[in-house]
């Protein structure tokens, strides 16, 4: 790193309305990383006022429930911004992008966006923006995205694909996942984990049809479900469930630490991956699927192009169409079948994580983003 760098830039603002303070990519991944080399603060929702860990200043934002919550977080980050002596801001959220111009414009300081995913093709499937209305901001988010690379010092995009929606070239960090050392076998208590998002769009009725199947062939399967629950559908998937009478075969856990969601994975046998053909999903990162390869176990993955190439390439796991729930629970019921091509799937996997799929290559990146900025 250039010496004359280090001295220019002393301390990072980062900074997120939408996602919690230990989103596994803000917090575990960049921030952290970023803590290595400089001063950082983390500004995100949280249940606490302020902690600091792993050299990392987490100043804790009011937790929210309904999208109109966001506009007091917004005001908050704003009032915190114009006090800061920071050198570089870096935000996670579409709607932050209004300060970030105001950031350029009044502290004549170094913004970067970190652009999650596809925003322009997700509001398409936004539920709360009404469905007149969703062309119309598809529209007006892509112009806003395309002057904001003009605006702002750097964007930071996470799969090669959203290139091609830009002009300049970006920095593409993906979302590999951080190498650990998983000595501890535990007992895999669980045939099969989801970790993440959990609703419609992401295949949790197809997961509960397929468990469906596999209890009236008289399989005594358990499946743990870990991630935030859409709040639009949380009591159609509970009484799913119930319908279905396999509340003992699909366990509800919603979001918990990361650490403590990773612990659940070492003791499940199959890591499912199941998301809908939707059209960000098909050329994004399914970060999680990494996240079971690294923990040595199988996946069963959605037969999307590029999704089916990473199956294909190491031989981890199982392709599906995610639309079908009887699929689903035939692969299951062959990985369970067959332990000991379900373990060398498993460590498949692992290799293709240990040796290419992690995040210490993508933190070389963002040093050398904020080496270059």
């Known amino acids: ?34 803590a290595k080399r400089y001063t950082i603060e983390l500004h995100a929702p949280a249940d606490f006022t302020f902690r600091e860990l792993n050299n990392v200043k987490v100043v804790g934002l009011p937790l929210w429930e309904k999208v109109s919550d966001r506009k007091e977080i917004r005001k908050e980050i704003w009032d915190r911004i114009k006090k800061s002596d920071a050198d570089i801001f870096h935000f996670h959220d579409p709607e932050l992008i209004w300060i970030g111009i105001k950031i350029k414009f ?64 970006h920095f593409i960090i993906k979302n590999f996942p951080i190498l650990m050392h998983n000595d501890k076998k535990e007992q895999k208590i669980y ?35 870990i991630g935030p629950i859409d709040s639009e559908i949380h009591s159609d998937i509970v009484k799913n469930i119930r319908d279905k009478q396999i509340d003992n075969n699909v366990i509800l856990y919603g979001e918990m630490e990361f650490r403590q ?21 098909l050329v994004s990162i399914a970060t999680k699927m990494y996240e079971y390869m690294a923990f040595q ?25 995610s639309k079908n729930p009887l699929e689903i629970a035939n692969a299951i019921q062959y990985l369970l079948d067959n332990e000991e091509k379900s373990k060398q799937m498993g460590m498949n996997g692992y290799y293709a994580v240990m040796h ?9 990146k963002l040093f050398e983003l904020y080496d270059n900025i």
């Not at 004359?4 to 952290?32: P, Y």
Request: proline share 3%; net charge positive.
């Open 106 to 169: 009044f502290k004549k300081k170094k913004v970067i966006y970190d652009v999650h995913e596809n925003y322009s093709e997700t509001i398409k499937t936004k539920y709360w923006i009404p469905t007149s209305a969703r062309y119309i901001s598809f529209i007006l988010y892509r112009m806003i995205e395309v002057i904001s690379e003009y605006i702002f010092d750097e964007l930071i995009l996470v799969i090669d694909d959203h290139q091609r929606y830009f002009r300049k070239e």
């Open 1 to 34: 790193m250039p010496e004359n760098n280090s001295r220019m830039i002393n301390k990072i603002f980062m900074f997120s309305s939408v996602h919690r303070w230990d989103d596994t990519r803000i917090f575990h991944k960049e921030a952290i990383s970023l």
């Open 297 to 321: 176990i199988p996946i069963i993955a959605s037969d999307f192009p590029s999704w089916r190439k990473i199956v294909s390439d190491t031989n981890c796991g199982i392709c599906v169409n």
């Open 191 to 225: 045939d099969a984990i989801y970790l993440g998002s959990v609703s419609k769009e992401r295949g949790i009725f197809e997961i509960i049809s397929a468990a469906q199947l596999l209890v009236q062939k008289n399989l005594n399967i358990k499946i743990a479900i």
């Open 261 to 281: 969601a990773l612990d659940y994975v070492n003791k499940s046998k199959i890591g499912l991956v199941t998301l809908l053909p939707h059209k960000n999903y």
């Open 356 to 364: 290419k799929y992690n995040w210490l290559n993508e933190e070389k």
